[in-house]
């Protein structure tokens, strides 16, 4: 019976080859994008989560309540990880680790090597499950004087990973370097993790280098802590709420941990309530996975019972045989099962060609790797598949009554009819969806790439001070002027999202709760290198003498003080007076997901040891290739490791034009799907009307009108799924936009070329089959087929 089902499958699939080959190829295109979202999808919810005890693992979050809304801080004071650990018995480990700048120079001899790295404490490699290949976990860090290096790094380092303990290299960053002893070397972090560095260092040298700056209002760190099992996060958040108080009683923090797992995934965090963060993306393509699966689905579904009135005498045949309901359904679930793991041989060929550029737009390092987890889900999405679309037919086709079927016809097809166009229907709502959001997605990148910032970003490049740049700083910079096609050169802390911030900040009048500013580190000139207006009073000048006493905010951070008429006023920052002699404009410095927010300036150079270099443009290539040879003569031993300040804007952005790249193909790969069970559709009708078309012929209908007829059917269709997707759509890209501060108008031409294209591309589907049908001799048409 089983084989004699196989041979009968066989014989179908080969009767009707258009039909099988639309069905092939909507279904492996639909399961290839979902294998292919699958192991994006996988790759993002499994990052973070290979640590040993992640279920125990938290990081300490800290709200700020500033009376009007409440921050959500990475960061809390360096002395918190120690002081959990002491008086909470729930803690079994708690590690800190710095949030300084993390560039480094890492020297061997005349071997420098920039690498990234933390300030850690001595607890760190119980927390986090780092493999050590040489050291103990409970020593390497124990010496103040130690450094833990990659295995990547002790290559660079001394070409080799083995017996490198006791070797001593040198660490530099900002004014501060040291010479420290390699105590262990730990396995390259794997990629699945949000945090990459090179090597770190003991705290307590971080310690020495803020000095004063270690302090219970000073949040200059972040805690990770690994709890007993059994305890519970909910009412250990209710313990530690308050802790921060219990230490500083004017404190306006409040304490809570969440798992360090969910870092990545879910960083977002609104008045103090976690609101999202990369998870929305991760549940915005598995949607578009089902989609696409649906919509091939819908294809299959469709074909099948189009083609109903021409297996109805088998069916009948059967039936009257004594075949039952079961072993037909049997029969027709079988011919959906073997289409759909037909379709995976080819959808898995699919995937292997498309990893490369998918690998490229998506920045990961994805690879068809067949693991059991890999197989259960390929296999278990195809049965689905299979299930999905074959359930209706084999249902639909199983359910004919043999006394009825046997006259070779059916008393009504009402039922298909509306279930195929409410199909049809369905799957072009979903592509008018996706086109709308990948328009709304494209003009929302577009604006914030355009959107005047307040400063410019272009053709700025900048670099570390390192050697004898650091040392020599301004005269470097002096020199670096006289380069021909060198606008403005100066030095400062990062100016593009990556600040600080401190509440450390007091003025006369302050009758409000703290407020939390961003503070930039900058040289003379630095204002004037990244072009940023002033509102009033005058930056840093050394015209005036020194200026390390003054400060400079913006308009947001005024606002904040409720400051009137704020240049000669003083504030106090850390303990020392510092004169307001100036105010910038509000620039964005962060990504327009966010409101502007108060900042400073303070003229440091000590700690602005960021170069930055305005270039003329037209002449990039030629000063910077000038600037690189003054660099390496004046700095011999180091490389001129350098970056555009436009590039670290972009990638602030870099999700949602990731988002905007995928977005457009996944779209183009609905409408194709749709068009291919359109198109299957459309032979079909004209197949199943070719008498009429002859008749009509025959009476002097013209091409056109027979274009028309067999077209406007569909035309009513896709009509019918535009009007259904477009509020639909308005709801969706408006509920994505709320993510931005600052974001576009949704204006009604985006909505309307979405279903513009979709009409134009279905005409197109349908007019070919309707053109070929047209033309056919009247002569044809009448024969008996």
Same mark, same amino acid.
């Given at each position: 019976?089983?084989?004699?089902?196989?041979?009968?499958?066989?014989?179908?699939?080969?009767?009707?080859?258009?039909?099988?080959?639309?069905?092939?190829?909507?279904?492996?295109?639909?399961?290839?994008?979902?294998?292919?979202?699958?192991?994006?999808?996988?790759?993002?919810?499994?990052?973070?989560?290979?640590?040993?005890?992640?279920?125990?693992?938290?990081?300490?979050?800290?709200?700020?309540?500033?009376?009007?809304?409440?921050?959500?801080?990475?960061?809390?004071?360096?002395?918190?990880?120690?002081?959990?650990?002491?008086?909470?018995?729930?803690?079994?480990?708690?590690?800190?680790?710095?949030?300084?700048?993390? *560039?480094?120079?890492?020297?061997?001899?005349?071997?420098?090597?920039?690498?990234?790295?933390?300030?850690?404490?001595?607890?760190?490699?119980?927390?986090?499950?780092?493999?050590?290949?040489?050291?103990?976990k409970d020593q390497v860090l124990k010496d103040k004087n130690a450094i833990v290096i990659s295995e990547a790094l002790a290559l660079k380092l001394f070409n080799t990973t083995q017996n490198v303990v006791?070797?001593?290299?040198?660490?530099?960053?900002?004014?501060?370097?040291?010479?420290?002893?390699?105590?262990?070397?730990?396995?390259?972090?794997?990629?699945?993790?949000?945090?990459?560095?090179?090597?770190?260092?003991?705290?307590?040298?971080?310690?020495?280098?803020?000095?004063?700056?270690?302090?219970w209002d000073n949040h200059n760190a972040e805690t990770f802590l690994l709890l007993r099992e059994g305890t519970g996060p909910h009412q250990f958040n209710n313990k530690i709420s308050g802790f921060i108080k219990s230490k500083l009683p004017a404190s306006n923090v409040s304490l809570f941990i969440r798992p360090f797992s969910d870092k990545y995934l879910y960083d977002n965090y609104e008045?103090?309530?976690?609101?999202?963060?990369?998870?929305?993306?991760?549940?915005?393509?598995? *949607?578009?996975?089902?989609?696409?699966?649906?919509?091939?689905?819908?294809?299959?579904?469709?074909?099948?019972?189009?083609?109903?009135?021409?297996?109805?005498?088998?069916?009948?045949?059967?039936?009257?045989?004594?075949?039952?309901?079961?072993?037909?359904?049997?029969?027709? *679930?079988?011919?959906?099962?073997?289409?759909?793991?037909?379709?995976?041989?080819?959808?898995?060929?699919?995937?292997?060609?498309?990893?490369?550029?998918?690998?490229?737009?998506?920045?990961?390092?994805?690879?068809?790797?067949?693991?059991?987890?890999?197989?259960?889900?390929?296999?278990?999405?195809?049965?689905?598949?299979?299930?999905?679309?074959?359930?209706?037919?084999?249902?639909?086709?199983?359910?004919?009554?043999?006394?009825?079927?046997?006259?070779?016809?059916?008393?009504?097809?009402?039922?298909?009819?509306?279930?195929?166009?409410?199909?049809?229907?369905?799957?072009?709502?979903?592509?008018?969806?996706?086109?709308?959001?990948?328009?709304?997605?494209?003009?929302?990148?577009?604006?914030?790439?355009?959107?005047?910032?307040?400063?410019?970003?272009?053709?700025?490049?900048?670099?570390?001070?390192?050697?004898?740049?650091?040392?020599?700083?301004?005269?470097?910079?002096?020199?670096?002027?006289?380069?021909?096609?060198?606008?403005?050169?100066?030095?400062?802390?990062?100016?593009?999202?990556?600040?600080?911030?401190?509440?450390?900040?007091?003025?006369?009048?302050?009758?409000?709760?703290?407020?939390?500013?961003?503070?930039?580190?900058?040289?003379?000139?630095?204002?004037?290198?990244?072009?940023?207006?002033?509102?009033?009073?005058?930056?840093?000048?050394?015209?005036?003498?020194?200026?390390?006493?003054?400060?400079?905010?913006?308009?947001?951070?005024?606002?904040? *003080?409720?400051?009137?008429?704020?240049?000669?006023?003083?504030?106090?920052?850390?303990?020392?007076?510092?004169?307001?002699?100036?105010?910038?404009?509000?620039?964005?410095?962060?990504?327009?997901?966010?409101?502007?927010?108060?900042?400073?300036?303070?003229?440091?150079?000590?700690?602005?040891?960021?170069?930055?270099?305005?270039?003329?443009?037209?002449?990039?290539?030629?000063?910077?290739?000038?600037?690189?040879?003054?660099?390496?003569?004046?700095?011999?031993?180091?490389?001129?490791?350098?970056?555009?300040?436009?590039?670290?804007?972009?990638?602030?952005?870099?999700?949602?034009?990731?988002?905007?790249?995928?977005?457009?193909?996944?779209?183009?790969?609905?409408?194709?799907?749709?068009?291919?069970?359109?198109?299957?559709?459309?032979?079909?009708?004209?197949?199943?009307?070719?008498?009429?078309?002859?008749?009509?012929?025959?009476?002097?209908?013209?091409?056109?009108?027979?274009?028309?007829?067999?077209?406007?059917?569909?035309?009513?269709?896709?009509?019918?799924?535009?009007?259904?997707?477009?509020?639909?759509?308005?709801?969706?890209?408006?509920?994505?936009?709320?993510?931005?501060?600052?974001?576009?108008?949704?204006?009604?031409?985006?909505?309307?070329?979405?279903?513009?294209?979709?009409?134009?591309?279905?005409?197109?589907?349908?007019?070919?089959?309707?053109?070929?049908?047209?033309?056919?001799?009247?002569?044809?048409?009448?024969?008996?087929?």
């Amino acid at each position: 019976m089983f084989q004699h089902s196989l041979l009968l499958i066989y014989r179908n699939f080969k009767r009707f080859k258009s039909t099988f080959f639309i069905n092939l190829a909507g279904l492996s295109t639909g399961l290839a994008c979902t294998l292919l979202i699958f192991l994006w999808v996988n790759d993002e919810v499994s990052t973070d989560k290979f640590y040993e005890n992640d279920s125990q693992l938290f990081q300490v979050m800290t709200n700020h309540d500033n009376s009007e809304s409440i921050e959500t801080w990475e960061s809390g004071p360096g002395l918190l990880a120690e002081a959990l650990a002491e008086e909470l018995p729930e803690v079994s480990y708690a590690a800190s680790s710095s949030i300084i700048p993390d *560039m480094f120079t890492i020297s061997k001899k005349e071997n420098h090597i920039s690498a990234t790295g933390q300030f850690v404490s001595k607890d760190f490699f119980h927390v986090f499950s780092y493999h050590l290949i040489q050291g103990d976990k409970d020593q390497v860090l124990k010496d103040k004087n130690a450094i833990v290096i990659s295995e990547a790094l002790a290559l660079k380092l001394f070409n080799t990973t083995q017996n490198v303990v006791g070797k001593t290299v040198e660490w530099q960053i900002l004014q501060f370097k040291k010479p420290v002893v390699v105590s262990g070397v730990f396995e390259n972090i794997p990629p699945n993790s949000s945090a990459q560095y090179d090597f770190v260092l003991s705290f307590e040298e971080f310690k020495d280098m803020l000095g004063s700056g270690i302090h219970w209002d000073n949040h200059n760190a972040e805690t990770f802590l690994l709890l007993r099992e059994g305890t519970g996060p909910h009412q250990f958040n209710n313990k530690i709420s308050g802790f921060i108080k219990s230490k500083l009683p004017a404190s306006n923090v409040s304490l809570f941990i969440r798992p360090f797992s969910d870092k990545y995934l879910y960083d977002n965090y609104e008045n103090g309530v976690q609101a999202g963060g990369r998870i929305e993306y991760v549940k915005l393509f598995s *949607m578009i996975a089902i989609f696409i699966l649906v919509i091939a689905c819908i294809n299959f579904m469709n074909l099948s019972t189009a083609k109903a009135s021409r297996r109805i005498k088998e069916v009948g045949i059967k039936k009257a045989m004594g075949a039952s309901r079961e072993s037909l359904v049997f029969q027709y *679930m079988g011919e959906s099962m073997l289409m759909a793991f037909a379709s995976l041989i080819v959808a898995l060929m699919l995937v292997e060609l498309s990893l490369a550029p998918f690998n490229q737009i998506t920045g990961k390092q994805l690879a068809l790797s067949f693991d059991a987890h890999f197989v259960l889900a390929a296999l278990g999405v195809t049965f689905l598949t299979g299930l999905l679309a074959g359930s209706y037919p084999a249902l639909y086709l199983s359910g004919f009554k043999p006394a009825i079927v046997l006259r070779g016809k059916l008393d009504s097809l009402g039922g298909e009819l509306w279930a195929r166009k409410g199909l049809v229907v369905f799957q072009f709502a979903l592509s008018v969806i996706l086109i709308v959001s990948v328009l709304v997605v494209y003009k929302q990148i577009e604006y914030v790439q355009t959107k005047n910032l307040g400063y410019n970003k272009d053709n700025i490049i900048y670099f570390s001070a390192e050697g004898k740049v650091q040392t020599n700083l301004n005269t470097f910079l002096s020199e670096a002027k006289r380069i021909p096609g060198v606008i403005h050169a100066s030095s400062g802390g990062s100016i593009i999202s990556d600040h600080g911030s401190t509440i450390g900040l007091m003025w006369e009048g302050k009758n409000k709760d703290d407020v939390a500013f961003q503070t930039v580190a900058v040289n003379y000139d630095m204002i004037e290198t990244l072009g940023i207006n002033m509102k009033e009073g005058r930056t840093f000048s050394r015209d005036f003498g020194a200026d390390t006493s003054k400060i400079i905010f913006n308009e947001a951070a005024i606002k904040a *003080m409720g400051m009137k008429d704020p240049i000669g006023k003083v504030v106090n920052l850390w303990g020392e007076d510092k004169k307001i002699i100036g105010v910038a404009k509000d620039f964005h410095f962060q990504s327009l997901h966010e409101r502007v927010k108060p900042m400073f300036f303070r003229l440091e150079p000590i700690t602005a040891m960021k170069v930055m270099v305005k270039i003329e443009a037209g002449r990039e290539k030629e000063t910077i290739e000038k600037l690189q040879q003054f660099y390496t003569g004046y700095n011999p031993g180091f490389v001129f490791d350098y970056r555009f300040l436009n590039e670290d804007y972009q990638e602030l952005y870099a999700a949602e034009q990731r988002v905007a790249v995928l977005s457009k193909y996944f779209a183009g790969l609905a409408i194709l799907i749709s068009c291919l069970g359109l198109f299957g559709l459309a032979a079909f009708t004209a197949e199943r009307r070719l008498k009429e078309i002859g008749v009509r012929k025959v009476l002097g209908a013209s091409e056109f009108n027979i274009v028309y007829l067999l077209s406007s059917d569909f035309t009513k269709l896709v009509l019918t799924s535009i009007l259904i997707a477009l509020p639909l759509s308005y709801l969706i890209v408006t509920y994505w936009l709320d993510n931005f501060a600052y974001r576009i108008d949704l204006e009604l031409w985006y909505f309307m070329s979405a279903g513009l294209i979709a009409l134009l591309v279905a005409w197109f589907t349908v007019g070919m089959q309707a053109v070929k049908a047209a033309r056919t001799n009247p002569s044809q048409c009448l024969k008996d087929v």
